[in-house]
């Protein structure tokens, strides 16, 4: 069992930044992939980053590359989600998700909610 809980969303005004902390605890050894996926109204939910937890590679969906990067903190098995830049269509519940044990990701956090302002 991996048990993950975010924190650090709010409000931001367009062009601003935020940083999402996902902190993982339980059978993190067993973690392969730590990613950051988002649900905005209406709309499906969409892979942002992700993290390879053992070889360090990320992906970024094109919405978000150049913008936003993805980092860990190994003493804290802690994954972050910076996010630069931010646009109204960023406005979302972002949720942090592990594939354990797996490549499909099994476990997932809570939400935290993103909003940015025109």
């Known amino acids: 069992q991996v048990q993950l809980v975010e924190s650090g969303g709010g409000l931001v005004q367009a062009g601003g930044s935020l940083r999402l902390s996902c902190a993982a605890s339980?059978?993190?050894?067993?973690?392969?992939?730590m990613g950051w996926f988002r649900q905005a109204p209406g709309k499906e939910r969409e892979k942002v980053a992700a993290?390879?937890?053992?070889?360090?590679?990320?992906y970024f969906a094109d919405s978000v590359k150049g913008r936003f990067t993805i980092s860990r903190d190994n003493a804290k098995n802690t994954v972050y989600l910076q996010m630069n830049s931010l646009k109204p269509e960023d406005t979302a519940v972002y949720y942090c998700?592990?594939?354990?044990?797996?490549?499909?990701?099994?476990?997932w956090g809570q939400g935290t909610q993103v909003t940015v302002s025109s």
């Open positions: 998700a592990a594939a354990v044990r797996t490549y499909n990701y099994n476990y």
């Open positions: 339980g059978r993190t050894f067993s973690i392969n992939i």
């Open positions: 993290l390879n937890w053992s070889g360090g590679s990320t």
